[in-house]
Nanobody, 122 residues
Framework: QVQLVESGGGLAQAGDSLRLSCAASGRTFSINAMAWFRQAPGKDREFVAVISRTGDDRYYADSVKGRFTISRDDANNTVYLHMHSLKVEDTSVYLC???????????????WGQGTPVTVSS
């Protein structure tokens, strides 16, 4: 079993930067891929970014490519999402996910955090 806890969400102005963190605990040896999704009220869960076990395979949604950066610190079992040039449309609850393989769909991930809200104002 793996537990994921997100942190770092909050309020930001458009154009600002914010860093989200996801700390993993438990049977972290089983984690190969960690990802970020976001979900606004009444909306479907949306893929944001994923990073592989090696850390050299990273994939981003087109909507955040060039603005967000995902990184991984295996020594501390933590994944980060560095968000830059924030836009109002980035407003959402951001959820951390962990699984065996890289994927862009929520159903491929076995473990989820509780989510951290991000609100971007103009």
């Amino acid at each position: 079993q793996v537990q994921l806890v997100e942190s770092g969400g909050g309020l930001a102005q458009a154009g600002d930067s914010l860093r989200l963190s996801c700390a993993a605990s438990g049977r972290t040896f089983s984690i190969n891929a960690m990802a970020w999704f976001r979900q606004a009220p009444g909306k479907d869960r949306e893929f944001v970014a994923v990073i592989s076990r090696t850390g050299d395979d990273r994939y981003y949604a087109d909507s955040v490519k060039g603005r967000f950066t995902i990184s991984r610190d295996d020594a501390n079992n933590t994944v980060y999402l560095h968000m830059h040039s924030l836009k109002v449309e980035d407003t959402s609850v951001y959820l951390c996910a962990a699984g065996i393989i890289d994927a862009t769909t929520p159903n491929m991930y076995s473990y989820w955090g509780q989510g951290t809200p991000v609100t971007v104002s103009s």
